[in-house]
């Protein structure tokens, strides 16, 4: 059973930084790739940031140079460093996870970002 555990979003005014946190039950270099996705009230998920097990990553033109995608070994977490922060940031942020041909999610965390 693979589990996702988001952690780290919440609160922060434009401007700030947050962190956000995906852990994961097993090792990461088990999946093929691992990604953030994030769904604003009344819009589709998208993407955010992903990378694959070779350490690539792909960054969304909408957050690029202010967010970045990061993995830790040993930790078995995957990590979002948003810097910059907008109001159009915020959005429920999910960790997702590939494997198999199957897909994981996990329960997401919220992050807002005030003016």
């Known amino acids: 059973q693979v589990q996702l555990v988001e952690s780290?979003?919440?609160?922060?005014?434009a401007g700030g930084s947050l962190r956000l946190?995906?852990?994961t039950s097993g090792s990461i270099f088990s999946?093929?790739?691992m990604g953030w996705y994030r769904q604003a009230a009344g819009k589709q998920r998208e993407l955010?940031?992903?990378i694959n097990v070779g350490g690539s990553t792909n960054i969304a033109d909408s957050v690029k140079g202010r967010f970045t995608?990061?993995?830790d070994t040993a930790k078995n977490r995957v990590y979002l460093q948003m810097n910059s922060?907008?109001?159009e940031d915020t959005a429920m942020y999910s960790c997702n996870a590939q494997r198999g041909g199957n897909i994981y999610w996990g329960q997401g965390t919220q992050v807002t970002v005030s003016s």
């Open 21 to 23: 946190s995906c852990a």
């Open 85 to 87: 922060l907008k109001p």
């Open 69 to 71: 995608i990061s993995g």
């Open 31 to 33: 999946f093929i790739a």
């Open 48 to 50: 955010v940031a992903s």
């Open 8 to 13: 780290g979003g919440g609160l922060v005014q």
